[in-house]
């Protein structure tokens, strides 16, 4: 990520002088690049129904990059609409503390925000802040034949599979768009998202119900183009 980043300011610095660039109202925008979700996450214990109860530390999620799409519409020359959308991000989902796989689980993330453009009416780069609300859908949960094992020996469980709840929450962001010519530009942006989930493991003997909180930093860097 670092590296990418580089590079797009160092593209964007060469061509940045030859731009006039200017946000206006009515303008769309859209952006595309590598988007990579990283989770800030935390969870519950996990407590198995053993004599004397099983405890485990938690769950961990791993990071994972998409496509990034995003929409833009200037409603003022200093305000804008955004839509972050991506192709669906696929995480592995690890236990915590143990050299063990729990499994993995889809998600899509579309995030609706209100921009602010200090430099909205003028030519050349374009930072931007914004605020937000996101809902995320959560499916194809699996659970990997490593943890299916381990509920086996621990508990008897013959067959278990994992469920997590989606999520509405928050988010904030921030970006910049470095122009190249008068339509195009390069854009690097990140998001903070309240990502906040009820995980269930169900299996033929009972059930774990834990809470797992996501909250992903999410980076894009990629191009951007003026309608």
């Known amino acids: 990520m670092r590296k990418a980043l580089s590079m797009a300011l160092a593209v964007a610095m060469a061509g940045g002088s030859l731009a006039a660039h200017a946000y206006e109202a009515g303008d769309w925008i859209l952006r595309a690049g590598a988007a990579t979700v990283t989770p800030n996450d935390d969870s519950d214990r996990i407590v198995l129904p053993t004599e004397p109860p099983t405890v ?8 994972d990059t998409q496509l990034g799409i995003v929409g833009a519409y200037m409603i003022e020359d200093k305000w804008g609409l955004e839509l972050l959308a991506a192709t669906p991000f696929e995480h592995d989902v690890d236990v915590k503390g143990l050299p063990l796989s729990a499994g993995s689980v889809k998600h899509l993330p579309p995030t609706l925000s209100l921009q602010y453009y200090p430099r ?108």
């Open 56 to 63: 485990i530390r938690g769950v961990e999620i791993d990071s």
């Open 120 to 227: 909205g009416g003028n030519s050349g780069w374009q930072p931007y802040v914004g605020i937000g609300l996101n809902y995320t859908f959560i499916y194809d949960e699996k659970l990997d034949r490593d943890l299916k094992d381990a509920l086996g020996a621990l508990i008897g469980a013959e067959k278990a599979e994992l469920e997590l709840e989606d999520s509405f929450g928050f988010s904030a962001q921030a970006g910049v768009d470095f122009p190249i010519n008068d339509r195009w530009g390069i854009n690097v942006g990140v998001w903070y998202i309240d990502i906040d989930s009820t995980a269930r493991i169900k299996t033929d003997v009972g059930r774990v119900k834990f809470d797992v909180d996501i909250d992903p930093w999410v980076y894009n860097v990629g191009i951007a183009y003026k309608f």
